[in-house]
């Protein structure tokens, strides 16, 4: 038959993967040779990396329900805008987030100063009682940090997660609702919950799994025994106490739990997490009364919770984005062409390995998702490091681990629109005898074009801002993210500001241009 | 002569056997209730089912090795005959050149095709701005360019009012002129209309073709029923 070379092409990128993913992590079992070598701490920084992720997921999901809901009944001028603008953070570098966070609530944003003043204006009044208990500031650093930089990293896409799942329910349903004049709390029981029922343990499920890989947020918010994550602590025992010995042991943890969640996640289905176009209209109007107010102060504070730290960012770094070193530039050069090489790889492998109907194939496809960048990247290192200077390779690990981590999300995305593309016109393609080639360029690129853009984008604004693998390799190669947590932990506030902006300035340009060609599909 | 040697085609529920053979350039109608297998039996001469038993023989070549479009068949499907974001004449090029690199003679064979079916001047419009019979009409443009000697027709135009199926099969009779014509349908005016000899296919059982018009005079039971 004329498709053996594809099911060759197919079986052979799958392997690349499997191998790409594999490699590393038997360097690093082997390199850890045993349980044991774990230090006295580990145990701490285990139990922290599974509460903050719990934490995170539950808090998450728990302030996204009525924002979501609020989002589903309301019809509003803006409400486009608002949608779009929960899918921001999602894109958003995790350590522009952190930088956005701490300009809001850290020591000297607009929180802790209304709190002060609060406190002024308040506490004489109050007497003394107060005065022990009453804060006058609230840190960001710590646990409380590391849980709020994961909220607001993650509630917005729980939000479209369940917006997606409220639009999905029938407009049917909700009229026969209203002509059995159903209250909302009976509206409530009977469409909401089932729906939540069915979305909310999946989507759970993803922002544990994204917390669970914690890097730069733990790297920058968190640290000290209290507030640790595994990923951190592979850093540390890598670049710090070069002790590669105990950085496998951690390595071999972080796999174990990403393995055990995914597992789980198997068995749950994961919500399609945020695909394109979801700015479909509400059908049916909300109810009135107390609940209107209540539906539009939950947008508004959702809106200027993910507003304000990305306004921070812009307002802090917009002074000084001309007067940045060439430094700064030259990693922002690297990035963008890290994140181009490994979108393109992520989706190429991604369309082959979407044609295959095998199990194993999927699976493969799937397989990153086990291992996290930074036991990805320890495992890279060990792999190099007898052979060549490390810092030599560091970009090319970079862009290998980037698209591996990136493949299986535009994997997911892909294979919908490739099984329904192959159930519609797969017997006119054989009937014309479409040979691979033409078959992609005529018909699979057209039709696809839209998801692929769509996933393009995804797969380089995450690799943009990935702070995960390249700190560990890069001496002089270092990628823009890795410039400005360099930056702010040699408190260069101002310089890592606008170099933050430059950085999340091209993570949404990486993501609307791919995104871009994409909606120019012809329909 | 198309020969159906003993043959019983598998496809999910439905099976159907057939052992009959109809003369090159007969025009065939094969109908009976929903899933007696008419549809699994035109699969399988596309070679899109894999035959469980039998052969499938075209002028004394079995067809069984060869891949659908290798096959001297051409094939209507009921639906998602045309590529949606492919103007027309890309999508009847397919039918000449399946990487759409057409030599001049080709797109000249295209346009006289597009005129031959009334769709003059529609060749640079996509499916979706055709009307259904315009689509229809498209559709088999493609079919008739793949030129092969074998044409099936799934329920053609099926979702198309009485009228204008009528049309289109009527330009059918007149454009597959030497091809050997099988058609499914649920339709008895259609068989009455366009072929001239009809299969039965019931329970599993393609019987073998009589001529169309003693069919209907006469019905057997099983043909009895299915007419009401």
Redesign the interface.
């Known amino acids: 038959?004329?498709r053996s070379p594809v099911k060759l092409a197919q079986a052979s990128v799958a392997a690349l993967v499997v191998a790409l993913v594999l490699g590393p992590l038997l360097a690093v079992f082997i390199a850890a040779g045993g349980w044991l070598r774990l230090a006295a701490g580990d145990g701490r920084v285990v139990w922290f990396t599974l509460w903050q992720a719990a934490a995170s997921a539950g808090l998450s999901c728990a302030l996204a329900v009525p924002v979501a809901r609020a989002l589903a009944r309301r019809q509003f001028a803006g409400r486009g805008a608002v949608i779009m603008l929960m899918g921001a953070p999602f894109l958003l570098p995790g350590i522009v987030a952190v930088m956005g966070l701490i300009a809001v609530f850290g020591k000297s944003g607009v929180v802790s100063q209304g709190l002060g003043l609060l406190t002024q204006a308040w506490l004489p009044f109050a007497g003394g009682q107060f005065d022990a208990v009453w804060p006058r500031s609230v840190s960001i650093y710590g646990v409380q940090g590391v849980l709020l930089a994961h909220v607001f990293l993650n509630l917005p896409l729980v939000v479209r997660m369940l917006l997606a799942g409220w639009q999905a329910i029938p407009a049917e349903r909700f009229r026969l609702a209203g002509s059995l004049g159903m209250a909302p709390g009976a509206i409530a029981r009977h469409l909401g919950r089932p729906m939540l029922r069915a979305v909310l343990p999946g989507a759970a499920l993803v922002v544990f799994l994204v917390c669970l890989s914690s890097f730069a947020v733990a790297l920058t918010l968190g640290g000290g025994p209290g507030a640790t994550t595994v990923e951190l602590a592979i850093y540390q025992a890598v670049l710090f106490e070069f002790d590669l010995n105990r950085a496998a042991a951690l390595a071999v943890v972080q796999v174990g739990l990403c393995t055990a969640a995914v597992a789980v996640a198997g068995r749950i289905s994961l919500p399609a997490a945020f695909g394109p176009g979801l700015d479909r209209m509400g059908l049916v109007a909300g109810p009135a009364g107390w609940r209107r107010g209540a539906d539009a102060v939950w947008i508004g504070v959702a809106v200027m919770f993910v507003l304000g730290p990305l306004g921070a960012v812009v307002a802090g770094g917009l002074p000084g984005v001309v007067g940045l070193p060439g430094s700064v530039w030259a990693a922002a050069g690297r990035s963008v062409l890290v994140a181009v090489l490994s979108a393109g790889l992520a989706v190429s492998a991604a369309v082959v390995l979407a044609q295959a109907r095998a199990g194993w194939v999927a699976l493969a496809a799937m397989l990153p998702m086990a291992a996290s960048g930074l036991a990805l990247g320890t495992g890279m290192f060990l792999l190099v490091h007898p052979l060549i200077r490390p810092a030599a390779v560091a970009l090319p690990v970079t862009v290998l681990v980037n698209s591996a981590v990136a493949l299986p999300f535009v994997y997911r995305l892909i294979v919908p629109e490739m099984r329904s593309l192959q159930n519609?016109?797969g017997?006119?393609q054989?009937?014309?005898?479409?040979?691979a080639?033409?078959l992609f360029?005529?018909?699979t690129l057209?039709?696809l074009r839209r998801v692929l853009g769509f996933g393009a984008g995804v797969a380089a604004a995450l690799s943009m801002g990935d702070l995960g693998v390249n700190v560990l390799f890069a001496a002089d190669a270092a990628t823009l993210p890795v410039v400005v947590a360099r930056l702010m932990g040699s408190y260069q506030t101002d310089l890592a500001a606008s170099a933050a902006l430059l950085l999340v300035a091209c993570s949404f340009a990486l993501f609307a241009l791919c995104d871009q060609w994409g909606r120019h599909?012809?329909? | 002569m198309l020969q159906l040697d003993g043959m019983r085609a598998e496809a999910g529920q439905f099976g159907v056997t057939a052992d009959w053979a109809v003369p090159a350039g007969a025009r065939v109608a094969l109908i009976g209730p929903s899933g007696a297998g008419k549809s699994t039996l035109l699969l399988a001469l596309a070679g899109f089912v894999p035959l469980t038993a039998g052969r499938v023989l075209w002028e004394g070549r079995d067809l069984g090795p060869l891949a659908p479009a290798a096959r001297p068949v051409s094939m209507l499907f009921q639906d998602q005959n045309l590529f949606p974001h492919l103007t027309v004449a890309q999508n009847m090029g397919l039918a000449l050149a399946p990487n759409l690199r057409l030599t001049a003679a080709q797109h000249m064979e295209v346009d006289q095709v597009l005129a031959r079916l009334g769709l003059r001047g529609m060749g640079g419009r996509k499916p979706g701005a055709l009307s259904g019979g315009q689509a229809g009409r498209a559709a088999l443009g493609r079919v008739l360019l793949q030129a092969r000697a074998l044409l099936l027709l799934d329920e053609p135009f099926s979702a198309l009012g009485p009228g204008l199926k009528a049309e289109l099969l009527t330009l059918v009779a007149e454009l597959a002129v030497g091809a050997t014509v099988l058609m499914v349908t649920h339709d008895p005016d259609d068989a009455r209309r366009f072929a001239d000899l009809t299969v039965l296919v019931a329970d599993g059982v393609a019987a073998a073709p009589v001529p169309t018009e003693a069919l209907f005079a006469e019905p057997p039971p099983a043909l009895r029923q299915y007419l009401g």
Do not use: S
């Open positions: 038959m004329a519609d016109y017997r006119l054989v009937a014309l005898g479409m040979p080639w033409a360029r005529l018909v057209p039709r599909a012809a329909t």
